[in-house]
């Protein structure tokens, strides 16, 4: 039997013939998903690194990571027992540590759900669900369900990288809508998640030419 990504990649080079030159010059999809994290961890790391250039976001939560030496991943109650303003040292905004703080409090009360009851939800109920939080907004979920959850079809239309990767591919004068993205998005289900890895790589390969 085929592996998924396998079907997915089979059928984006069906749809459009730049998307396939696209992953004839990336290569093999590289999408990895952790599988073995909570979507509490997954959802920490989203807020984190929201707004930020990689590298920038890897310093941050690196030194975010080092104010708890003895666990692999802060505990909900381990931030909660954190200054706040010691958080800040690390490089978040106030409103990022806010967020985060505000994660940790409904992992607590249940509100966030663990890998297993997530499963029982669909994409959008988890959406629903999950941007009742504060500071937590659809892009942040949808981080989750691709990263954490590997869901399969899953277009952040309002992602900037993604919207870039496919002017650049496309050639366009200017980013697509997201009205327009979800549009064009339609023919890649249900291998969207796949679709939004390329369009990233898009962005990093075709920008330098």
């Given at each position: 039997m085929a592996e998924p990504v396998d079907l997915a990649i089979a059928h984006l080079v069906t749809c459009d013939a730049d998307f396939a030159r696209l992953i004839a010059e990336v290569g093999p999809c590289g999408l990895k998903p952790k599988t073995e994290r909570e979507p509490y961890e997954g959802l920490v790391r989203s807020i984190a690194y929201q707004q930020l250039h990689a590298h920038a976001a890897e310093a941050i939560?690196?030194?975010?990571?080092a104010l708890y030496p003895n666990e692999t991943f802060p505990s909900p109650a381990s931030i909660l027992a954190t200054d706040a303003q010691e958080m800040r040292t690390c490089g978040f905004s106030a409103a990022k540590v806010a967020t985060i703080r505000g994660i940790a409090?409904?992992?607590?009360?249940?509100?966030?759900?663990t890998r297993s009851a997530a499963t029982m939800l669909t994409d959008e109920e988890l959406i629903e669900h999950l941007t009742s939080l504060r500071g937590v907004g659809r892009w942040t979920?949808?981080?989750?369900?691709?990263?954490?959850?590997?869901?399969?079809?899953?277009?952040?239309?309002?992602?900037?990288?993604?919207?870039?990767?496919?002017r650049l591919l496309k050639s366009l004068p200017n980013k697509?809508?997201?009205?327009?993205?979800?549009?064009?998005?339609?023919?890649?289900?249900?291998?969207?998640?796949?679709a939004?890895?390329?369009?990233?790589?898009?962005?990093?390969l075709l920008r330098v030419r």
């Amino acid at each position: 039997m085929a592996e998924p990504v396998d079907l997915a990649i089979a059928h984006l080079v069906t749809c459009d013939a730049d998307f396939a030159r696209l992953i004839a010059e990336v290569g093999p999809c590289g999408l990895k998903p952790k599988t073995e994290r909570e979507p509490y961890e997954g959802l920490v790391r989203s807020i984190a690194y929201q707004q930020l250039h990689a590298h920038a976001a890897e310093a941050i939560f690196g030194r975010f990571l080092a104010l708890y030496p003895n666990e692999t991943f802060p505990s909900p109650a381990s931030i909660l027992a954190t200054d706040a303003q010691e958080m800040r040292t690390c490089g978040f905004s106030a409103a990022k540590v806010a967020t985060i703080r505000g994660i940790a409090e409904k992992m607590l009360d249940g509100t966030v759900p663990t890998r297993s009851a997530a499963t029982m939800l669909t994409d959008e109920e988890l959406i629903e669900h999950l941007t009742s939080l504060r500071g937590v907004g659809r892009w942040t979920v949808q981080m989750l369900l691709i990263f954490t959850l590997e869901r399969p079809d899953i277009l952040p239309i309002d992602d900037f990288g993604v919207r870039e990767g496919w002017r650049l591919l496309k050639s366009l004068p200017n980013k697509p809508t997201p009205k327009e993205l979800a549009r064009i998005g339609e023919a890649w289900s249900p291998y969207r998640s796949t679709a939004t890895w390329y369009l990233w790589r898009a962005t990093e390969l075709l920008r330098v030419r």
